[in-house]
């Protein structure tokens, strides 16, 4: 497989999940940003925490679906992240869950 095959395989494989994340954002009420994933989500509890003075966060989503170009099962249950970086979480309105075509 030549660099170009490969380059244009990935580029499919990314337009392939721009299109499924616009095809579900309208199924989610939140948006889900860590250092490592996008999620969309209809349950987020998020606590801080302490252990050893460094401070962390613990996320736990309900009903989620995960941006992720190499998972086959995108959507899933329950996710529980642990993260030292900031964990950024929005509830959006209905109406800006709806992307142009």
Partial sequence: MSAEDLENYEADLELGLYREYRDV???FSYVVETERRFYLAN???LQVRSAGG???FELTLGDAWVWD???SARFVRSVRVVT???VNVE???RAE???PS
């Fill in 54 to 56: 460094e401070v962390f």
């Fill in 91 to 93: 509830e959006l309105p």
């Fill in 69 to 71: 170009v190499y998972r």
């Fill in 43 to 45: 349950e987020v509890d």
């Fill in 25 to 27: 954002v309208g199924l």
């Fill in 84 to 86: 030292f970086k900031d």
């Fill in 97 to 99: 869950l709806n992307l």
